[in-house]
Each structure stands twice: as C-alpha cells, then as structure tokens.
C-alpha cells in the first residue's frame, strides 16, 4: 500500500523546521528564566497543577471561553479554527492508526489520509471517520469564512479596530487562509475521481466533477495543500501565530507560579510570543477611544518588543490602568512588561535620595500615610485623622509633614533603583515604629507598599480600615437620604482585586447606584501619573468621558478611593466627587450635621486645587 508521494515534502520540510526553531528557542527561554522559577517548573511538573494546566489549555487555547466572554461570534470564530483543526488532527490519527492495525506510521500521513486512501470501503469504521471529518472540516471552514469577514468588517465582531499585520504575520496569515479551503479543495476533487468522503465532500466532489477535469485538478489541488502548511509552519515562529504553540507553554508556567520579575527573563519571551494580537484590547483602551491615540495601545507595544524595536514614547504613553490586562484573554501580564522597559528606557542613578533624613516614628499600634496625592487634596488627610481620633486608635501619621514619597511614581517612570533607595529608608522608619497595621488613602501607595517593601505587617487601604472601624463599632455613622456612584481606582481594584469593602463602606452610609463600566471594567480618571507622555487636553477628555459614564444615573455624589482621581473629577464633574474618608468622617454620629455637610464646599475644592497648582 502506498505510503509516500512527492507532494508531502512542503509539509513534512515545514514541520521539521517549526519543530526545529521551536525547541531552539524555547530552551533558550527556559534557561533565562530567574533559579527561583526553574525550581518552581521542575516542582510544578509533577504536582496537580499540570492537571489545572491541562484544563486551561482546553478551555482557553482550544474553546476560547475568554474570547466568547467579549464577543460570542468572536469567540466562535476563534474556537472554530483552534478546536477544529485540533480535532481534524486528533482524528485524523486516530483513523490511521486503526486502518493501520496501530503501527506507526510518518506524520504526514494522518493528514493527507484521503489521497492515500480516497476510498477504503474495507476499512469498518469508514463511513463514521468520513462522517466525522467532513463535520470537522465544515466547522474549520466557517471559522475561516468568518476571519475573511472581520478583516472586512471588525464591527461585527465587537471590535472597532483590528491590528496591524507584520511581513510575518502576513505570510503566515495567507497561508492560514488558504489550508482549510485547499484541504476542502484537494479532498472533493479525490472524491470525484474515486469516491469516498461524506456529506460534504461527497457532493462537492459530484458538484465539481461535472463542471471541471477533476482527474487532472486533484493532485495539484494536494500539492497546493502542502504547500499552503509548509509556508504556515516556516512562518509561524516569526509571526502573531507564534502564541499557538507558545501559549500552552505559558498556560503551564504560570500554574507552576512562575511570573515577571523587575527585570525580563525568559519568561518574558514566553508572554510576548503568547500575544496573538487579536486586537480585543485596542478598544479598552482609553486612550484610543478617549484621546485619538492609536499606536501606542499594548498590542502595539508587545509587537514592538518582541522584534526589539525601542519606541520610548510606545513604553511611556500608557495609563498603566490594567484595562488591557483585565480583557487580555491569554492573560498577559502586560504592566509588568511596560515597567521593564521603562527601566530600559530611562536613565539610572544611584545615590539620588541619600540626602532623605531618616525620621524616627514613635512606636505606634497603628500607622497612617496619606500619600503625595493626598497632601495635594487635604480634606482627605483631615477627614482620615479626625475618624482615626473619633475611635481612639493609637495611630501616627507617617508623613504628616508631607516630606515621604513611597516611591511607585518612580517605579511607574521606570527609575527603579531610586526607588529602592526611597523603599529601604521607609522600610526601616515604618519597622521600627512597631506599629502592626499601616493604613493608607493612596492605592498607589497600597499596591507598592503591599508588592515592593516586604513588610512584616499588615498593609490595608483606607476603605478596608473604615469597614473595620464600621462593623467593629468603633466608629458610629448615619445613613443619608442620598445617591452616591462608587468609581473603581485602577490601582486599588484591577491593580489590587478590592472591589466590594469601598462599596459595603458607601452603602452603609447613602444610597448606591451601579456604573455601566465598573469593578474589572472601572475606566480609568485620566489623571494616571504612569502616563509621562498624554497631552492636558487628552487627559481631560478621558475624565469627562468616563464622568458620562459614572454619572449617567445622575447620583448626588461620587465616591472614589484615589486621591488622584478625585483631583482629576473635581475638574469638570457635575456632581460633588469625595473621597470615601470624606463620606465617612462626614457621617460620624458624633456631628450634628449632616444631609448638608454632604453638599459640596466650592471653597474646599478651590482650594485644594490652588494647592496642586503651587505644587
């Protein structure tokens, strides 16, 4: 029985060389990955987490749960190809290896099965195989009728604008484009000449056959095959599809706990390489939608570092609001990745900050740090020490005199060593206070002191604290008659996962309404100090858009988290916008006021803002 036909080669060359740069590079990944996590991938490899991999690889690899979360056309689009072409492979060989008897036979076999065997009416199980593949083909189809469609029309996909295409991208894409239908092609023209196949081919071949010399079409129709697979192989490594194969391998590593780190390793490759660039987070993001800012969005900056081509202003215009990493559906760890290459980005120097005293804090049960943007809005500090004071906490305020910077503005402008500088003398002045809580209003100061210091202590954001105080009853407040629209800052919830204590603080105290964008889908205030390129106006627009958003329920209040983003609100919001400390200290029982020292103070505000503007 024949076995080998000229026409393989293309393929079988192709898989050679994909298999070939494949291990080349994914070798030299691993061993660039930090010691911590080469042990974490050999523990890993044997544990249950392999098991939890394997899951996730079928659920989001092959059926593309996250893909049909955004949009279930999309999503089918994508499952169509991924899963159907698995399944044509999987059965495939499936349906050699039994009309084999189970020997083994080469790997292009499976694949090109029906020239072979166009018709192996011995074979018991023929018609069920044929059956079966003619259904997986139609789906595969579909899916590629529907990728021709987004590239015409995106908008039907849930998608405004798709990406831009590489040399590689195109080659590997065109290829992709021609597979299924050449393998539709080459396997109805085999039907015509010698029967076999089902549903579909079956009469697609009696079709063809009765309008075109199918007898001499068929084999150049299977030579176009292997051709179209070989180029898609030899391309795929230089191309967007690169996170076909890569992204399993990321899907492992990240269950065996292995991460980013502040400086890229191989694993970095893994996540670049896993970006298929399928453009779901263009839309995210603001500054596309908001701003007119169209090139500098991840899936931009991914592609821009995976070719290693430097672009300051890609890696420095960004939010850095984690909406991107919030809707990624291969679940890249994208701020990472900008903050490494704004280290590479900008200058480093040493010895910056050793001219910061270090203060001594008398020992304390508990600390609070207000943050530079809170000094810059004061009747948040003012709010935080008079409840602090109202439930007798033995607190210090940690920056009082305004003279402490956490150093995550540093760290987000890529100046990580004088960050550290900055972080080792905090370090030492909070530890030695004794204190065994430090609270702060900033979630930009949390998320750092949380992630950077390696504290020994509990690090709890002001509105965790105040529900503490609430359901400990150790501070009384009173409920108001009014309407209040919690935003979500980015740090605190996409950055921090704290979504629902902010609001149990709010709903105790006035009537809550819900945001069309909240939670994981909060947008950011526009105000980001991690953007050192946005334009004033641009970040205006962003604020008053997402101020549509929040307050098209036409509340009495919004209530935010951030400092930053109740400054940058305040500027053209038509509703009071107050900090969550505010809300609170505003409703202590202890007052005898309260319905209308819940009205907004013009004076306060004009203030507040005089003194960022001296700033």
Same mark, same amino acid.
């Given at each position: 029985m024949e076995k080998f036909d000229l026409f393989v080669l293309p393929f079988t060359i192709g898989l050679a060389m994909l298999v070939t740069v494949l291990l080349v590079k994914y070798i030299s990944w691993i061993k660039q990955l930090a010691p911590c996590d080469k042990t974490k991938l050999r523990k890993g490899f044997i544990s249950n987490k392999t098991l939890q991999a394997l899951k996730e690889v079928l659920y989001e690899s092959l059926l593309h749960r996250k893909i049909f979360r955004v949009n279930p056309l999309l999503g089918y689009m994508h499952?169509?190809?991924?899963?159907?072409?698995?399944?044509?492979?999987?059965?495939?060989?499936?349906?050699? =290896?039994?009309?084999?008897?189970?020997?083994?036979?080469?790997?292009?076999?499976?694949?090109?099965? =029906?020239?072979?065997?166009p018709n192996?009416?011995?074979?018991?199980?023929?018609?069920?195989?044929?059956?079966?593949?003619?259904?997986?083909?139609?789906?595969?189809?579909?899916?590629?009728?529907?990728?021709?469609?987004? =590239?015409?029309?995106?908008?039907?996909?849930?998608?405004?604008?798709?990406?831009?295409?590489?040399?590689g991208d195109k080659l590997a894409l065109t290829s992709l484009w021609l597979i299924f239908p050449l393998r539709f092609i080459a396997e109805s023209f085999t039907s015509a000449n010698s029967g076999g196949g089902h549903f579909l081919t079956l009469n697609a071949g009696a079709?063809?056959?009765?309008?075109?010399?199918?007898?001499?079409?068929?084999?150049p129709a299977w030579w176009a095959y292997s051709l179209s697979l070989g180029l898609f192989f030899i391309a795929l490594p230089y191309s967007r599809y690169m996170h076909i194969p890569t992204e399993v391998f990321l899907i492992f590593l990240r269950k065996y706990g292995v991460s980013e780190k502040v400086n890229a390793t191989g694993y970095t490759q893994f996540e670049l390489n896993s970006c298929s660039r399928c453009g779901v987070c263009i839309d995210k993001c603001?500054?596309?939608?908001?701003?007119?800012?169209?090139?500098?969005?991840?899936?931009?900056?991914?592609?821009?570092? =995976?070719?290693?081509?430097?672009?300051?202003?890609?890696?420095?215009?960004?939010?850095m609001c984690g909406r991107c990493d919030s809707i990624c559906p291969?679940?890249?760890?994208?701020?990472?990745?900008?903050a490494n290459g704004r280290k590479q980005a900008v200058a480093q120097k040493s010895g910056v900050y050793q001219y910061v005293p270090q203060n001594y804090i008398s020992r304390t049960e508990v600390l609070y740090f207000g943050g530079c943007m809170t000094h810059l809005q004061p009747s948040i500090k003012k709010s935080m020490v008079d409840i602090l004071k109202t439930a007798s906490v033995n607190f210090r305020f940690l920056d009082e005199d305004g003279s402490i910077c956490c150093g995550r503005p540093l760290m987000l402008a890529g100046k990580v060593d004088q960050a550290r500088e900055l972080i080792e003398k905090n370090k030492k002045m909070i530890e030695d206070s004794g204190a065994k809580v430090l609270v702060t209003s900033c979630p930009i100061c949390y998320k750092v002191f949380r992630e950077e210091y390696d504290l020994s202590i509990e690090v709890v954001h002001h509105s965790e604290y105040l529900l503490k105080l609430i359901d400990e009853k150790l501070i009384s407040v009173n409920k108001q008659s009014l309407s209040a629209v919690y935003h979500d800052p980015c740090e605190l919830g996409r950055g921090s996962g704290i979504y629902d204590q902010p609001r149990q603080v709010v709903s105790s105290l006035v009537n809550l309404k819900t945001a069309a964008s909240e939670k994981e889908e909060a947008l950011c205030c526009g105000g980001s100090l991690a953007n050192l390129k946005i334009a004033p106006d641009k970040r205006r627009k962003i604020a008053s858009d997402a101020l549509k958003v929040l307050t098209a329920s036409e509340p009495d209040m919004l209530i935010t988290g951030c400092p930053l983003c109740k400054k940058t609100f305040n500027q053209s919001s038509p509703v009071q916008v107050l900090d969550i400390a505010e809300l609170v200290s505003k409703s202590l029982v202890k007052k005898d006021y309260y319905v209308h020292n819940l009205k907004l103070d013009k004076s306060m505000v004009k203030q507040e803002e005089e003194v960022f503007v001296a700033e």
């Open positions: 499952m169509s190809l991924a899963f159907g072409w698995f399944l044509l492979i999987a059965v495939g060989n499936l349906e050699s =290896r039994m009309f084999y008897d189970g020997h083994m036979s080469p790997p292009y076999l499976p694949i090109f099965f =029906r020239f072979f065997n192996p009416e011995n074979f018991a199980y023929h018609t069920v195989f044929a059956f079966t593949m003619d259904l997986i083909l139609a789906v595969v189809l579909s899916g590629v009728l529907l990728a021709w469609f987004k =590239r015409v029309y995106s908008r039907m996909f849930g998608m405004k604008k798709t990406t831009q295409l590489h040399l079709f063809f056959g009765s309008i075109l010399p199918t007898e001499y079409l068929a084999y603001q500054l596309a939608s908001s701003a007119g800012i169209n090139n500098v969005q991840s899936v931009y900056y991914l592609k821009n570092q =995976r070719y290693n081509e430097p672009n300051n202003d890609l890696a420095l215009n960004c939010l291969v679940g890249i760890d994208i701020k990472s990745i900008r």
